[in-house]
């Protein structure tokens, strides 16, 4: 999956969902900031994906393009493992039979591919590892063929939304990441645009839609990740959480975690460290925020 490339001044990212296809492209300036160039979602079901692709590469003129994608988190697993003491290419197999028994599905359906831990991590001798349903990837890059596109990476939740999360630095302190998706959420530790932990989160934001006071559950998971993290990665300072764009109060979200939390929250910050082709409206960057943050990839690996 995670392959090194030299840089691109485009990135084209198209991604998969249950009700349609993202599309974002970012462009790099001679400034270093990047710039969303086009951004839309197409309304679809799976059956009517190929179609829509297409249409998307048609009207985009993509044909032929190099391109990225994503995996959704119920197609994987990102795990820690203890880096075996073995020759380089022998790594990945090493690793296939350490984790073997945590992945939860068959070995022999999963890819395995791995990354290192940021260089101020306190256990040097770990790597991250991503075990994707062999599957999924299939589909993909059979659909990606298709649409005469070339698939260049497909990366992972937690390394798309750490890129946003990079967007938002400010000091010298890492932040902490609360994504709040349809049925599940995710909370991630990152500094100068590394990911150093996560924790993913049972509820989403249609259970909190729909109960209200499920905040107190999110918020109390949130402050034991904190109070883990703070014990475990004590050089690495936090003070701020940044939670993502969802349908729903997101007001009322940030004013309860404020109050209820050791670090202080606000919402995401689009407009900073990012320029924007158009104005694109907030419903349209929170649909296709995990397009944004994989196609802000400026390498294949963290």
Same mark, same amino acid.
Request: net charge negative.
């Given at each position: ?9 485009? =990135?084209? $990212? !198209?991604?998969?969902?249950? +009700?349609? !296809?993202?599309?974002? =492209?970012?462009?790099?300036q ?9 951004l ?12 829509t ?9 993509l044909k ?10 119920? +197609?994987?697993?990102?795990? #820690? ?8 290419? /022998?790594?990945? +197999? ?8 945590m992945?939860?599905?068959p ?10 831990v ?22 993909? #890059?059979?659909?990606?063929? @298709?649409?005469?596109l ?5 990366d992972?939740?937690? &390394?798309?939304?750490?890129n946003?999360a990079? $967007?938002?630095?400010?000091?010298? $302190? ?14 991630? %530790?990152c ?16 259970l909190l839609? #729909?109960?209200?006071?499920q905040? @107190?559950?999110i ?7 904190? +109070? ?5 990665f004590a ?8 939670? &993502? ?20 929250c606000?919402?995401? /910050? &689009? ?8 104005e %694109?409206?907030? =419903? @349209? ?13 400026v390498? #294949?690996? $963290?």
């Amino acid at each position: 999956m995670f392959k090194r490339k030299k840089k691109s001044p485009v =990135q084209n $990212t !198209i991604g998969f969902h249950e +009700d349609g !296809i993202c599309y974002v =492209q970012v462009t790099r300036q001679s400034t270093g900031v990047p710039r969303i160039a086009a951004l839309e979602f197409f309304s679809c079901d799976i059956e009517n994906r190929i179609e829509t692709l297409n249409t998307l590469v048609k009207k985009y003129k993509l044909k032929k393009s190099e391109c990225s994608s994503y995996l959704r988190v119920d +197609d994987y697993r990102l795990l #820690s493992a203890d880096k075996p003491e073995v020759p380089e290419e /022998d790594l990945i +197999d090493a690793i296939r039979w350490e984790i073997k028994d945590m992945i939860g599905f068959p070995l022999e359906e999963a890819t395995i591919d791995v990354f290192p831990v940021p260089e101020d991590a306190v256990n040097q001798n770990q790597l991250n590892v991503v075990a994707a349903k062999k599957v999924v990837i299939t589909e993909q #890059s059979s659909m990606f063929k @298709e649409a005469k596109l070339n698939l260049k990476m497909i990366d992972i939740e937690e &390394l798309a939304y750490r890129n946003i999360a990079a $967007t938002q630095e400010k000091e010298a $302190t890492g932040s902490v990441v609360l994504i709040l998706q349809k049925n599940h959420g995710m909370v991630l %530790f990152c500094k100068a645009g590394e990911l150093h932990f996560s924790r993913r989160l049972a509820a989403g934001y249609d259970l909190l839609n #729909s109960e209200p006071g499920q905040i @107190e559950a999110i918020a109390l998971e949130i402050q034991r990740s904190i +109070d883990y993290f703070d014990r475990h990665f004590a050089n690495v300072g936090i003070n701020n959480l940044i939670l &993502l764009p969802y349908p729903g109060n997101e007001e009322n979200t940030v004013s309860f975690l404020n109050n209820n939390l050791t670090v202080s929250c606000s919402l995401v /910050d &689009l407009t900073m460290g990012l320029e924007w082709e158009r104005e %694109f409206n907030h =419903q @349209e960057k929170a649909r296709c925020l995990l397009a944004i943050g994989t196609a802000l990839r400026v390498e #294949s690996v $963290t």
